[in-house]
C-alpha cells in the first residue's frame, strides 16, 4: 500500500515548456485534490475531482489542466509554464468517513520555472 | 477576506515545554471542520488532528489537543511537552459544508523547538 505516489520528485522547465505532473493512489478513494504551495502561503487549491470522471476548479485554475481517467490517478498538466507557476505542488485524496473524512497527500514535487 | 488566520509566523520554545499554534476561522456555516497539518522540513504533509462544529469535546491525539472555543472563532493546537522532532511548519485548514471537502488553509506557524 504506497498511499499517494507523484512523478516526478523535481522537475525544472523553460517558459512555455509543458509537462503533466502524474498522481497516482491505492487506497480506492473517491476525491482526489491538486494543490499549490508558495513560500509563506498556505496551499491553495488548483483542481479537485470528487469521483472518477468528474473535475472542479478550485481557487486558482488558471494556467492548469487535469485529467481524472480512472479511480486511481489525477494528473496536472501545464500547456505553457510561466515563472508564477514555480512552487511545490501536492496531489491528495480524500480517506474516511463521514464527516471527519481527510486529505491524505502525496510528497509533492517541486517545478522550477525558468 | 482572510478565513483562517495564523497570526505566528514563528516560534521559538524550549524542548519539553508544551506549545500553543493559534488559529481562528471565520465562516459563517453552523456546520463546518477544522484540520492541523504538520510539515516537516522533508516537505511532507502529515494530518494532525481533526475537529468538527458539532463536536462536544475538544479533539485529543497523543499529545496534540485542539482547544476548540467556537463563541471566539478558534481552534489552537496544543502540544505537550514538545520534543525535537516537532520542529515543523503547521497549518490550520477548514472544510466548509457543500464544499466537496475542499479545504482552506492558513499561512502556517514555524515551529522550532530548542534543546
Known amino acids: 500500500n504506497a498511499g499517494v505516489t507523484q512523478t516526478p520528485k523535481f522537475q525544472v522547465l523553460k517558459t512555455g515548456q509543458s509537462m503533466t505532473l502524474q498522481c497516482a493512489q491505492d487506497?480506492?478513494?473517491?476525491?482526489m485534490y491538486w494543490y499549490r504551495q508558495d513560500p509563506g502561503m498556505g496551499l491553495r487549491l488548483i483542481y479537485y475531482s470528487a469521483s472518477e470522471g468528474t473535475t472542479d476548479k478550485g481557487e486558482v485554475p488558471n494556467g492548469y489542466n487535469v485529467s481524472r481517467l480512472n479511480k486511481r490517478e489525477f494528473s496536472l498538466r501545464l500547456e505553457s509554464a510561466a515563472p508564477s507557476q514555480t512552487s511545490v505542488y501536492f496531489c491528495?485524496?480524500?480517506?474516511?468517513?463521514?464527516?471527519?473524512?481527510?486529505?491524505?497527500f502525496g510528497p509533492g514535487t517541486r517545478l522550477l520555472v525558468l | 477576506a482572510q478565513k483562517i488566520t495564523q497570526t505566528q509566523p514563528g516560534m521559538f520554545v524550549q524542548e519539553k515545554e508544551a506549545v500553543t499554534l493559534d488559529c481562528t476561522y471565520d465562516t459563517s456555516d453552523p456546520s463546518y471542520g477544522l484540520f492541523w497539518y504538520k510539515q516537516p522540513s522533508s516537505g511532507e504533509m502529515i494530518f494532525l488532528i481533526y475537529?468538527?462544529?458539532?463536536d462536544q469535546q475538544n479533539a485529543t491525539e497523543g499529545r496534540y489537543s485542539l482547544n476548540f472555543q467556537k463563541a471566539r472563532k478558534s481552534a489552537n493546537l496544543v502540544i505537550s511537552a514538545s520534543q525535537l522532532g516537532d520542529s515543523a511548519m503547521y497549518f490550520c485548514?477548514?472544510?466548509?459544508?457543500?464544499?466537496?471537502?475542499?479545504?482552506?488553509w492558513g499561512a502556517g506557524t514555524k515551529l522550532i523547538i530548542k534543546p
Open positions: 487506497m480506492n478513494h473517491n476525491s
Open positions: 491528495a485524496s480524500l480517506r474516511g468517513q463521514g464527516a471527519g473524512k481527510t486529505q491524505y
Open positions: 485548514a477548514m472544510r466548509e459544508p457543500r464544499s466537496n471537502y475542499q479545504l482552506i
Open positions: 475537529q468538527g462544529s458539532y
